[in-house]
């Protein structure tokens, strides 16, 4: 089974997680608001249940969504990452099956770095394509 995942520990990390906040060897990972353009592409629903932020890993920014409603795994660690392991979570926080629940992963089982979106459909409207997404660039 291929996943895509954010690596956010490495080997000799240790990796935290407090109240939906990361924290990677200590130090409190960044987060700022997300512009709203980020979001056109969700559904209105998607908009009003979840709180948007930029993360900053490193020299690093992406957009992690979180579910406020939804039971999640907010809280866990400190875990220290072993040598040639990694740390992977999923920037929709609360809706995904990561390191968190499947522990770390090899550095031989990672194949490569997603770069773009070559489909996406709409969940919430019968699979309709959308196809402003189609062939876009990831950050």
Do not use: C, W
Request: overall charge positive; proline content about 6%; glycine content about 8%.
């Amino acid at each position: 089974m291929r996943l895509v995942k954010r690596v956010v520990g490495t080997p000799g990390d240790t990796v935290e997680m407090r109240g939906d906040v990361l924290f990677i060897n200590g130090a409190r990972q960044g987060y700022t608001s997300l512009p709203s353009p980020a979001t056109r592409d969700l559904s209105a629903s998607e908009r009003n249940q979840a709180v948007f932020a930029k993360e900053t890993l490193g020299t690093r920014q992406h957009a992690v969504m979180l579910l406020p409603n939804r039971p999640a795994l907010r809280d866990f660690g400190p875990v220290r990452v072993p040598a040639e392991s990694y740390f992977m979570m999923g920037d929709n926080r609360d809706n995904s099956n990561d390191s968190r629940f499947f522990g770390f992963v090899s550095a031989r089982e990672i194949v490569g770095q997603a770069k773009g979106v070559f489909v996406s459909a709409d969940l919430d409207h019968r699979l309709q394509p959308r196809f402003n997404r189609f062939f876009s660039r990831l950050d």
